[in-house]
């Protein structure tokens, strides 16, 4: 066993378990801006009608987390109608919780996890499937969106016209994933404005926790969520729906990462706990070229992986203990020893997600009303960092050179940013898009 970790076990040990989850929902596709669609005569003459379930599931994530210290208000909205049914919208959370973006040609891909969290603070309450929409990149005007299939979407990728989405689904009594259908990989037809389960949980063996595609061979690598400290690494071929594990990697939720131009995949190994015998098994970063793992550096640091990013031709790892500090180290070479982690590095908060942007590398931090920093790859010095006054910001995506949207989690909102200095340039206000009831009255 490792000495160095022994300092670290009572904080990882909290650590490990708040961080370990998911969250999730969605509803039929808007047509234009409208809520859910138009009422058809069939639902008009009905005296009252409400459109969610009340499945309840766990959810322990760290944005679950985030989210639990904040009361989730209820509001309700009279919508006008020209005939004699009535509307009335009830948003059931202030947020629909954007998971991830992601953007091909003209149009920004974002996808939203759609739940309650309960008055506990600490359950989330899924009440529908999540929701695909699609922004006009350049100015944010909502196009479209598409209901999934299954529930707590995690990631979207757009490759070669295909639009994939990543999904969790809802935790089981044991605060695990099930290895069934109601969660996977699924694959969105936009024309026709459907999705359906491409690859399922029965087949990966649990929920998609993070992906991302190597457009050129169109395999996704998937980390897995089966349950806390158990998080598999698998390889998916997208066109014959095969799954092959990654041997040797035992919780894959530190990273996933595909670098077309390294033409390697990328994984964050956060390792695993007896608890009662305290031996860890090895939390490092790996590349992989699709036959074996490649150890970047070793493990005598003690900290997890929480993030790999390529930029600058150079590998960039978040390291965390998620309890007290969190760094950004970067991947050096040696004479002697090879490939070796840096002795500098960038300190950030715990909470913390970096990112590949234009080839420039961004740090989101999620620490109090979050922050959003460019990294100087050259000088290992922090080019900028803007306080971003919302929590949880979780994801960005580029819109050109010059701009580039931030996806929020505890807030309905997706900003445009400055590239150049982190300023605010304007603002999709999702809240139409939370988990709600839409009840009809004549």
Same mark, same amino acid.
């Given at each position: 066993?490792?000495?160095?970790?022994?300092?670290?076990?009572?904080?990882?040990?909290?650590?490990?378990?708040?961080?370990?989850?998911?969250?999730?929902?969605? !509803?039929?596709?808007?047509?234009?801006?409208? $809520?859910?669609?138009?009422?058809?005569?069939?639902?008009?003459?009905?005296?009252?009608?409400?459109?969610?379930?009340?499945?309840?599931?766990?959810?322990?994530?760290?944005?679950?987390? #985030?989210?639990?210290?904040?009361?989730?208000?209820?509001?309700?909205?009279?919508?006008?109608?020209?005939?004699?049914?009535?509307?009335?919208?009830?948003? @059931?959370?202030?947020?629909?919780?954007?998971?991830?973006?992601?953007? #091909?040609?003209?149009?920004?891909?974002?996808?939203?996890?759609?739940?309650?969290?309960?008055?506990?603070?600490?359950?989330?309450?899924?009440?529908?499937?999540?929701?695909?929409?699609?922004?006009? @990149?350049?100015?944010?005007?909502?196009?479209?969106?598409?209901?999934?299939?299954?529930?707590?979407?995690?990631?979207?990728?757009?490759?070669?016209?295909?639009? $994939?989405?990543?999904?969790?689904?809802?935790?089981?009594?044991?605060?695990?994933?099930?290895?069934?259908?109601?969660?996977? /990989?699924?694959?969105?037809?936009?024309?026709?404005?459907?999705?359906?389960?491409?690859?399922?949980?029965?087949?990966?063996?649990?929920?998609?926790?993070?992906?991302?595609?190597?457009?050129?061979?169109?395999?996704?690598?998937? !980390?897995? $969520?089966?349950?806390?400290?158990?998080?598999?690494?698998?390889?998916?071929?997208?066109? #014959?729906?095969?799954?092959?594990? /990654?041997?040797?990697?035992?919780?894959?939720?530190?990273?996933?990462?595909?670098?077309?131009?390294?033409?390697?995949?990328?994984?964050?190994?956060?390792?695993?706990?007896?608890?009662?015998?305290?031996?860890?098994?090895?939390?490092?970063?790996?590349?992989?070229?699709?036959?074996?793992?490649? !150890?970047?550096?070793?493990?005598?640091?003690?900290?997890?992986?929480?993030?790999?990013?390529?930029?600058?031709?150079?590998?960039?790892?978040?390291?965390?203990?998620?309890?007290?500090?969190?760094?950004?180290?970067?991947?050096?070479?040696?004479?002697?020893?090879?490939?070796?982690?840096?002795?500098?590095?960038?300190?950030?908060?715990?909470?913390?997600?970096?990112?590949?942007?234009?080839?420039?590398?961004?740090?989101? &931090?999620?620490?109090?009303?979050?922050?959003?920093?460019?990294?100087?790859?050259?000088?290992?010095?922090?080019?900028?960092?803007?306080?971003?006054?919302?929590?949880?910001?979780?994801?960005?995506?580029? /819109?050109? &050179?010059?701009?580039?949207?931030?996806?929020?989690?505890?807030?309905?909102?997706?900003?445009? /940013?400055?590239?150049?200095?982190?300023?605010?340039?304007?603002?999709?206000?999702?809240?139409?898009?939370?988990?709600?009831?839409?009840?009809?009255?004549?």
């Amino acid at each position: 066993m490792n000495k160095k970790l022994l300092t670290l076990l009572a904080s990882m040990s909290l650590a490990f378990f708040m961080s370990a989850c998911g969250d999730d929902n969605s !509803a039929e596709p808007l047509q234009g801006p409208r $809520y859910d669609g138009p009422v058809d005569d069939e639902s008009s003459s009905s005296v009252k009608a409400k459109s969610s379930s009340s499945s309840k599931a766990k959810s322990s994530s760290s944005k679950a987390k #985030s989210s639990s210290s904040e009361a989730v208000s209820s509001s309700s909205e009279e919508v006008p109608s020209s005939s004699s049914v009535k509307l009335k919208i009830t948003y @059931l959370a202030e947020t629909p919780y954007a998971a991830d973006l992601d953007v #091909s040609g003209d149009t920004l891909f974002a996808v939203f996890q759609r739940y309650e969290v309960a008055a506990d603070g600490f359950t989330s309450i899924f009440h529908d499937p999540g929701l695909l929409a699609m922004f006009k @990149l350049s100015d944010g005007t909502l196009l479209d969106t598409i209901p999934l299939v299954t529930k707590n979407p995690m990631a979207v990728k757009v490759v070669k016209g295909n639009v $994939y989405v990543g999904t969790q689904g809802e935790y089981n009594e044991a605060w695990g994933i099930d290895a069934d259908d109601e969660r996977g /990989i699924e694959k969105v037809d936009l024309k026709n404005k459907k999705s359906e389960l491409w690859v399922g949980g029965s087949k990966l063996g649990g929920g998609v926790y993070m992906m991302d595609i190597n457009a050129d061979s169109n395999k996704a690598y998937v !980390a897995v $969520y089966k349950a806390y400290q158990d998080v598999p690494a698998v390889e998916v071929d997208l066109a #014959s729906k095969s799954v092959k594990k /990654i041997d040797g990697v035992v919780d894959a939720s530190g990273a996933i990462l595909y670098d077309s131009k390294m033409k390697l995949a990328y994984i964050g190994d956060r390792g695993s706990i007896d608890y009662t015998t305290f031996e860890m098994t090895p939390m490092v970063a790996y590349s992989y070229n699709g036959k074996a793992l490649t !150890a970047l550096y070793d493990d005598e640091m003690g900290y997890q992986p929480a993030g790999i990013v390529v930029a600058g031709g150079e590998v960039f790892v978040y390291i965390s203990d998620f309890a007290n500090a969190g760094k950004l180290y970067w991947i050096e070479e040696d004479e002697e020893e090879g490939s070796v982690i840096s002795d500098d590095n960038i300190p950030f908060s715990t909470d913390t997600k970096i990112v590949g942007v234009n080839g420039g590398l961004y740090v989101l &931090d999620r620490k109090g009303k979050g922050s959003i920093a460019k990294v100087n790859t050259t000088a290992k010095t922090v080019a900028w960092q803007e306080a971003l006054n919302a929590d949880n910001p979780y994801d960005i995506v580029a /819109i050109d &050179d010059n701009t580039a949207w931030v996806a929020m989690y505890n807030t309905a909102e997706i900003r445009k /940013i400055s590239l150049s200095n982190g300023s605010t340039v304007s603002s999709i206000n999702t809240k139409e898009l939370s988990a709600k009831t839409v009840e009809v009255e004549e």
